[in-house]
């Protein structure tokens, strides 16, 4: 793996939708796609936006030396963990770029394990209340809604990036996803000058 580009930001800001189209418009970038131990939303399938996986196979990975990050939260249904592996082969592309998502923490560790170097942060800001009544609208269209989580996750991103946390991470761009037509746009831009 040569260079990532991270799309983070805080819940319902359009990071899936901004991570979809960016694979249309450079169809060669890899996808770093995330392991997670929660329950599958409705729709979501295995190896697109999460690999499910069980602790067991998370702890396989660390014992091979195949996991960058790990993360475990306390939400309302239990712990739910998220993780990276290094799934790169040694006889890889050298030059190639893959697209990532996850939140600060997940970059801020994977920027020290491939190094910064090799990361483009892109950090995705949405109006509080605009979020919110996205949340809302997805919960709504789950079999079984989980309005208490969704409240913890709303309030606990508010911590994980708070302008002190984003500042001692570095991250001095952020993308507005007032409309996304132009987020896209200059997310675009940078990641062409960036590759």
């Given at each position: 793996?040569?260079?990532?580009?991270?799309?983070?930001g805080k819940?319902a800001?359009g990071k899936?939708?901004?991570?979809?189209?960016?694979?249309?418009?450079?169809?060669?970038f890899?996808r770093?796609?995330?392991?997670?131990?929660?329950?599958?939303r409705?729709g979501?399938?295995?190896?697109?936006?999460?690999?499910f996986?069980?602790?067991?196979?998370?702890?396989?990975?660390?014992?091979?030396?195949?996991?960058?990050?790990?993360?475990?939260?306390?939400?309302?249904?239990?712990?739910?963990?998220?993780?990276?592996?290094?799934?790169e082969e040694?006889?890889?592309?050298?030059?190639?770029?893959?697209?990532?998502?996850g939140?600060?923490?997940?970059y801020?560790?994977?920027?020290d394990?491939?190094?910064?170097?090799?990361?483009?942060?892109?950090?995705?800001?949405?109006?509080?209340?605009?979020?919110l009544?996205?949340?809302?609208?997805?919960?709504k269209?789950?079999?079984?809604?989980?309005y208490?989580e969704?409240?913890?996750?709303f309030?606990?991103?508010?911590q994980?990036?708070?302008?002190?946390?984003?500042?001692?991470?570095?991250i001095r761009?952020?993308?507005?996803?007032?409309?996304?037509?132009?987020?896209?746009?200059?997310?675009a831009?940078?990641?062409?000058?960036?590759?």
């Open positions: 793996m040569k260079k990532i580009v991270y799309l983070m819940s800001s899936d939708t901004v991570y979809r189209e960016l694979l249309k418009r450079f169809p060669g890899r770093l796609i995330p392991c997670t131990t929660r329950p599958r409705d979501e399938r295995d190896g697109e936006e999460y690999r996986v069980t602790e067991e196979q998370l702890d396989t990975f660390e014992k091979s030396g195949k996991l960058v990050e790990k993360r475990v939260y306390e939400t309302v249904a239990g712990p739910w963990t998220y993780a990276t592996v290094d799934w040694p006889s890889s592309e050298k030059e190639s770029v893959s697209l990532g998502i939140t600060l923490e997940s801020l560790k994977l920027r394990y491939y190094g910064e170097e090799r990361m483009l942060p892109v950090y995705i800001e949405v109006d509080d209340g605009i979020r009544q996205r949340a809302l609208d997805r919960e269209q789950q079999k079984t809604p989980n208490a969704l409240c913890r996750r309030l606990a991103d508010q994980d990036f708070s302008e002190e946390k984003l500042k001692e991470a570095g761009k952020r993308y507005q996803n007032d409309a996304l037509p132009d987020c896209l746009a200059r997310i831009e940078d990641v062409i000058h960036y590759v």
